[in-house]
């Protein structure tokens, strides 16, 4: 069986249902937005917010692709940074319950937390506390954390570490894993746009963008940015939200249309298209059809409450994708 080691942001999600607006303008946090705090911030929050309704659950971009792979019965692995604290363990166990291998390193910074308060109308906005995930160093990746892994997955927001993302893809694709990068966010792109360029050449498969993603990195509409993009690397997918997402390799070009459901909070949905996508090419399955199952799991990450599908429904799910 193929084994796929993922590699991010090692964050816990703390997500809050609030009940009125009233309590983001006590905090100062414009509704809706991602907001990088501190230490001090980030406490505060929790505990302003204390009494409240609120689940707990490690979290991250790369974290939650490796989570959705682990749960379709593929082998992981996950490369991160924690503290030895509530929310490193937390973190860890999440792993070690989904039987994924903790790669975990460890710093005295405290683990890293986003707060996400949820307004009545679903609309989430975070107060992100990065702490021990952005302690990961280049000199920490060695090809010894990749040895047996076939496939290896990162995200982008570790961009903003030139040399520790080229230093973990330089290492994946010269052991010839095959590599898979999520763009992550488009101020990300637009900030590292020469040396994601440089990056995908050299060392990226697979790129994983969303349209606004895909307009700051190529300046073309979704149908022609993700053939720019294809042109980089082996396979481009541009999830287009409502719209579905067009797979790109070489000249072949694949409109996949999206699963319709009543969505209840869309972060997650292009993690869970990731897990979607790289399971159905491990297996053998075509462009199409791998596209096809990530809609299907983006489909249903989207009708609740979080980043991740509760682990009670994952039986179901593999029974119905036989059927898709």
């Not at 982008?156 to 894993?177: C, N, S």
């Not at 590292?192 to 509409?221: C, D, H, P, Q, R």
């Not at 075509?286 to 609740?304: D, N, P, Y």
Request: overall charge negative; aromatic content about 8%; glycine content about 10%.
């Amino acid at each position: 069986m193929k084994k796929i080691i993922g590699m991010g942001n090692a964050l816990v999600d703390v997500l809050v249902t609030i009940p009125d607006d009233r309590i983001l303008n006590e905090l100062g946090l414009l509704k809706g937005s991602m907001r990088l705090v501190d230490t001090t911030f980030s406490d505060r929050v929790i505990s302003f917010v204390n009494g409240f309704s609120k689940s707990v659950q490690s979290g991250g971009s790369a974290s939650n692709t490796i989570h959705g792979l682990s749960r379709l019965g593929r082998e992981c692995a996950f490369i991160g940074k924690i503290s030895d604290d509530e929310f490193g363990r937390i973190f860890k166990e999440d792993l070690l319950n989904c039987n994924i291998k903790p790669m975990l390193f460890t710093d005295e910074t405290p683990t890293g937390k986003a707060v996400a308060l949820i307004s009545p109308d679903s609309e989430r906005t975070f107060a992100t506390y990065l702490g021990a995930a952005v302690k990961l160093s280049p000199g920490e990746i060695t090809p010894d954390l990749f040895q047996g892994s076939q496939y290896f997955h990162i995200e982008g927001y570790l961009v903003q570490d030139h040399e520790l993302i080229e230093k973990a893809l330089k290492t994946a694709h010269d052991l010839r894993l095959v590599t898979s990068l999520d763009l992550a966010s488009f101020n990300i792109v637009g900030e590292n746009l020469e040396f994601l360029n440089s990056l995908i050449k050299k060392y990226v498969n697979i790129v994983f963008a969303n349209e606004e993603e895909s307009i700051a990195f190529t300046g073309l509409s979704s149908d022609e940015g993700v053939k720019r993009i294809a042109e980089i690397c082996d396979i481009a997918i541009v999830k287009t939200g409502a719209e579905g997402s067009i797979i790109a390799s070489g000249n072949e070009i694949y409109n996949v249309a999206p699963f319709k459901v009543k969505p209840v909070d869309t972060t997650g949905a292009g993690d869970l298209y990731a897990s979607g996508f790289l399971f159905g090419l491990m297996n053998g399955s075509s462009l199409a059809e791998s596209g096809k199952i990530g809609s299907f799991l983006a489909a249903r990450v989207i009708e609740k409450v979080g980043a991740k599908i509760p682990a009670e429904e994952w039986a179901e799910i593999i029974n119905e994708m036989g059927r898709i």
